[in-house]
């Protein structure tokens, strides 16, 4: 198993490149950190076989990747460090960094690069506000920050409201500030405050969802699409979504999900439908489903 390592050592990285220049506008390679030597490689080498592969509808790519990305290990956390740096890391997913991973691999391919320093620079645009990567507080945590960011400089587009039997359910998010001892980034009282301040933009936050009894409806089977993200809306107090995958659907044409799996600790199709699958946890609410923009 690799271990993590820093860029320095890195096979593959020029010597311009180790002296700090920036990738594509976005953070330098001497904030950005790797699993294992070869992450680059592996990242060069799915690029190619995506541009190969000739697709070049969005959807078609997610889960083009997605298939490819089955049976990566589920690893929580692999985020966290002292620092806030742009951690790349292909090897160990959790259902945010599948998302994460999917949509930078596609948008490097729609853009018809197979550089990892491009995937860098998209998955950096991704994760951060403003796709600025700054300190801890600079991530989107939440997801419903993380698509109203996303959405207004032309990365996503909730699809949720498009879909006839749409529900809007208001709720405060703030389980990050009311869970500080959970977040060790949170034990520094700057960062702490930041989000919480993040967190007073989403009071009473106003957000679509499709009630889990309805996922297998003609009106939900005529708006998603294989390849959409799919956010598990959750009942918990404070947060809005608990889990992230993406759509495959089943002989019937119901939806399945592909996610990174903590019970099933892998990237896994789950084996019955996600109606089925809400069913028997009854914090789950229902769902939200984003799709990538073709831009």
Known sequence: MCLAVFVAGLSGISKGDALGNTTAQGAGIERMRFHCENDTTKINSLLQEGIQSGLSDPNELVCFYAHKLEGTPYVAHTLEGESEMLT????????????????????????????????????????????????????????????????????????????????YKIKNINYMSTH??????LANDTIYEKIKN?????????????????LNSKDVKAVVKRGDFVGLVTRIDGLDISHLGIVELDAEGNIVLLDASSIGKKVMLEDIDLKKQLSRNPKNEGVRFFRLTNN
Not at 95 to 110: G, K, P, S, V
Not at 180 to 185: T, V
């Open 88 to 167: 790349i890391n292909i090897d160990e997913l959790d259902c945010t960094t599948f998302i994460e991973t999917l949509y930078a691999l596609t948008r490097t391919t729609l853009n018809g690069r197979y550089s990892w320093r491009d995937y860098a620079h998209h998955l950096e645009d991704l994760r951060y506000r403003r796709g600025e990567m700054g300190d801890y507080s600079s991530r989107l945590h939440y997801i419903s920050d993380w698509i109203i960011d996303n959405s207004n400089r032309g990365n996503l587009v909730d699809v949720t409201s498009d879909i006839k039997c749409v529900r």
């Open 180 to 185: 500080r001892d959970s977040y060790p980034s």
């Open 198 to 214: 993040f967190e007073i933009g989403f009071r009473n936050h106003r957000f679509p969802f499709i009630k889990k009894e309805s």
